[in-house]
C-alpha cells in the first residue's frame, strides 16, 4: 500500500498563486507517472498535469502558461507550482501517481487538498 499525502491548498485571491505538492510514503514499488487532477462541484475529476519519470510534462488546455509541474525523484515527490489562479480553477486538487512492480501498474491516489480562488 503507498501513500500519497498532499499539501499546500488554500484560499487565494484571483491573479494569486499557490504550490500544491505531494509526496509518497516509502515503497519498493517503482514510481512511475505522477500527475494531478482535480475536481469542481458538480464535474469530473480531470487532469491537470502530468510528468512521466523521465520528465516530461503535459498539461490541460485551461492551465498552459500558468501552472507548471516538476518532481523529484530522489524524494518520489511532485509539485504544482499554480500563477494566475482564476476563479475556475477552484475545485480539490488530487495527487496521482502510477507505481509499477513485476511488470503491473499500480494507481494511488492522495486524500485531496482544497484550492479555492476569490474573484
Known amino acids: 500500500q503507498v501513500q500519497l499525502v498532499e499539501s499546500g491548498g488554500g484560499l487565494v485571491q484571483a491573479g494569486g498563486a499557490l504550490r500544491l505538492s505531494c509526496a509518497a510514503s516509502r515503497t519498493i514499488l517503482t514510481l512511475n507517472a505522477m500527475g494531478w487532477y482535480r475536481q469542481a462541484p458538480g464535474k469530473q475529476r480531470e487532469l491537470v498535469a502530468r510528468?512521466?519519470?523521465?520528465?516530461?510534462?503535459d498539461y490541460a488546455d485551461s492551465v498552459k502558461g500558468r501552472f507548471t509541474i516538476s518532481r523529484d525523484n530522489g524524494k518520489n515527490s511532485v509539485s504544482l507550482q499554480m500563477n494566475s489562479l482564476k476563479p475556475e480553477d477552484t475545485a480539490v486538487y488530487y495527487c496521482?501517481?502510477?507505481?509499477?512492480?513485476?511488470?503491473?501498474?499500480?494507481?494511488?491516489w492522495g486524500r485531496g487538498t482544497q484550492v479555492t480562488v476569490s474573484s
Open positions: 496521482n501517481g502510477d507505481f509499477l512492480w513485476a511488470g503491473t501498474h499500480y494507481e494511488y
Open positions: 510528468i512521466s519519470s523521465g520528465g516530461d510534462s
